[in-house]
């Protein structure tokens, strides 16, 4: 058995891997022993760039036969890759490059929780997180969490004016990007490598679109990982 090491997203607080829960079904099916990890658990007043974080996982990641990550989860992956060897990887709404567009989509979450306002935060990521076009229910208040809103705005923030370009041209393993066809955060455009545009998806194509995305991944595991 192969083992996967999955890299989560930006949380407010950990929810111990259900967020990619589709993806982690298939994966299993397919034979894949998976780990998932909370990208955040070690984030510290340290960590002031993407590569501070993605160092806090390096030995972590030299161990797995698939990488596996999602947006932020999926960033710190590529940040890796020059200490990796070929070692496949499946990326899922992960970016690689962030341009203005997407810096202010994502500052217009960070800002609010920054300021403790958590409700308006992840509404608003509600709102982009869903395929464009798509409305989402008003959000209901939440208390304030001092440490969720922490997450959100240092962890959305370390995104900004990355370009992991050169890290994934230089990869000498197989990589995969699954993104949204209709993603208003991470499109085509802020990922380099072989992408999978996944049909009507926002960024979360594994749960709009979970069978698409289910043969995306038993194509790429079948190819790469069949020993």
Same mark, same amino acid.
């Given at each position: 058995?192969?083992?996967? %090491?999955?890299?989560?997203?930006? %949380? *407010?607080?950990?929810?111990?891997?259900?967020?990619?829960?589709?993806?982690?079904?298939?994966?299993?099916?397919? =034979?894949?022993?998976?780990?998932?990890?909370?990208? %955040?658990?070690?984030?510290?007043?340290? !960590?002031?760039?993407?590569?501070?974080?993605?160092?806090?996982?390096?030995?972590?990641?030299? &161990?797995?036969?698939?990488?596996?990550?999602?947006? $932020?989860?999926?960033?710190?992956?590529?940040? %890796?890759?020059? &200490?990796? =060897?070929?070692?496949?990887?499946?990326?899922?709404?992960?970016?690689?490059?962030?341009?203005?567009?997407?810096?202010?989509?994502?500052?217009? !979450?960070?800002? *609010?929780?920054?300021?403790?306002? $958590?409700?308006?935060?992840? +509404?608003?990521?509600?709102?982009?997180?869903?395929?464009?076009?798509? *409305?989402?229910?008003?959000?209901?208040?939440?208390?304030?969490?001092?440490?969720?809103?922490?997450?959100?705005? +240092? =962890?959305?923030?370390?995104?900004?004016?990355?370009?992991?370009?050169?890290?994934?041209?230089? +990869?000498? =393993?197989?990589?995969?990007?699954?993104?949204?066809?209709?993603?208003?955060?991470?499109?085509?455009? +802020?990922?380099?490598? &072989?992408?999978?545009? !996944? *049909?009507?998806?926002?960024? /979360?194509?594994?749960?709009? &679109?979970?069978?698409? !995305?289910?043969?995306?991944?038993? /194509?790429?595991?079948?190819?790469?990982?069949?020993?």
């Amino acid at each position: 058995m192969t083992r996967a %090491l999955v890299f989560a997203p930006v %949380l *407010p607080q950990w929810d111990e891997g259900r967020f990619f829960t589709p993806v982690i079904r298939q994966l299993t099916r397919l =034979g894949q022993q998976v780990e998932v990890v909370d990208t %955040l658990s070690r984030l510290d007043d340290s !960590v002031t760039s993407l590569a501070d974080l993605a160092a806090r996982w390096e030995v972590e990641a030299k &161990s797995a036969d698939l990488l596996v990550g999602n947006a $932020l989860g999926g960033a710190v992956a590529q940040k %890796l890759l020059p &200490s990796l =060897g070929p070692v496949p990887v499946l990326l899922v709404s992960a970016p690689t490059k962030a341009d203005q567009t997407l810096a202010s989509r994502l500052e217009s !979450v960070a800002r *609010p929780a920054a300021a403790g306002d $958590l409700t308006t935060a992840l +509404h608003r990521l509600a709102e982009l997180v869903a395929p464009e076009g798509v *409305p989402v229910p008003d959000a209901s208040p939440m208390a304030a969490d001092p440490i969720a809103c922490r997450r959100v705005s +240092h =962890g959305l923030r370390l995104l900004f004016g990355i370009d992991l370009t050169a890290e994934v041209n230089a +990869h000498t =393993g197989p990589l995969l990007h699954l993104v949204g066809e209709r993603s208003q955060l991470v499109s085509e455009k +802020h990922v380099a490598g &072989s992408v999978a545009v !996944v *049909p009507g998806a926002g960024m /979360r194509p594994h749960h709009d &679109s979970p069978d698409f !995305v289910a043969d995306q991944i038993t /194509r790429f595991v079948k190819e790469n990982l069949t020993r």
